[in-house]
């Protein structure tokens, strides 16, 4: 059965630190993985997008890897904001579906 | 900047009734996907819409839920005798290509609520 597995369930840090978050899958075939963040009641949005070939992928302040051989990812949060928090979703792409994960919730805190 | 709209953000509506959610994806997308997502838990994927046809369902999409794209600009999800246990958020996703590593935008999303 495909699945997505996230680590930790929830997470609090303080203002300015650093975290990372874990993704283990076993959706195949594979066609890309992805973090999204999503606030409270709203939509997800996309932050990063990788296909198996690549292990690394910067958007500002979020660093995702991928290892596509154990089929592990990580997001990595660098001087973190008080709006970093939120649900950080990782995605498994298999042509036209995604295969969502149940997420991290993020709290930074002042 | 271009977004996929929603309405309503929120629906009641009573046991047994239909519903009908609506969708406004990005104007040049192509590619139209319905998702939900019950409270606290994972977001699934409901179904994907392409050239006026469903190109995938899940086990979720049965025979009480049903797609539209009525004219160029919107996109339906209908439920055509409402459970309780469709309470959820639902949401809309486009994308300009097929989900192979090309983004999906979502949309807000609708609460819909069964009472």
């Known amino acids: 059965k495909n699945q997505v597995e996230q680590s930790p369930q929830s997470l609090i840090i303080l203002e300015g630190k650093n975290c990372t978050l874990q993704?283990?899958?076993?959706?195949?075939?594979?066609?890309?993985l992805r973090w999204y963040k999503q606030d409270t009641g709203r939509g997800p949005v996309s932050l990063t997008i990788?296909?198996?070939?690549?292990n690394t992928k910067s958007n500002g302040r979020y660093t995702a890897t991928l290892d596509a051989d154990t089929k592990q990812s990580s997001l990595h949060i660098t001087a973190s904001q008080l709006s970093d928090s939120a649900s950080y979703i990782c995605?498994?792409?298999?042509?036209?579906?995604?295969?969502f994960g149940g997420g991290t919730r993020l709290m930074v805190k002042p | 900047e271009p977004e996929v709209t929603q309405t309503p953000s929120h629906q009641v509506t009573q046991m047994g009734q239909e519903v009908i959610l609506r969708c406004v994806p990005i104007?040049?997308?192509?590619?139209f996907y319905w998702y939900r997502q019950i409270l606290g838990q994972k977001v699934e994927f409901l179904v994907s819409?392409?050239?006026?046809?469903?190109?995938?369902k899940s086990e979720i999409f049965d025979d009480q839920f049903s797609v539209e794209r009525p004219d160029g600009s919107n996109f339906t999800l209908k439920i055509r005798s409402t459970k309780l246990e469709d309470s959820a958020m639902y949401f809309c996703?486009?994308?300009?290509?097929?989900?192979?590593?090309?983004?999906?935008?979502f949309g807000q999303g609708t609460r819909l609520t069964v009472v």
């Open positions: 996703a486009s994308s300009d290509r097929p989900g192979m590593n090309t983004e999906a935008f």
């Open positions: 993704c283990n899958y076993t959706v195949s075939p594979f066609s890309n």
């Open positions: 990788m296909t198996f070939s690549e």
């Open positions: 995605v498994v792409s298999q042509s036209c579906m995604l295969t």
């Open positions: 104007s040049n997308h192509l590619y």
């Open positions: 819409f392409y050239n006026n046809e469903i190109s995938e």
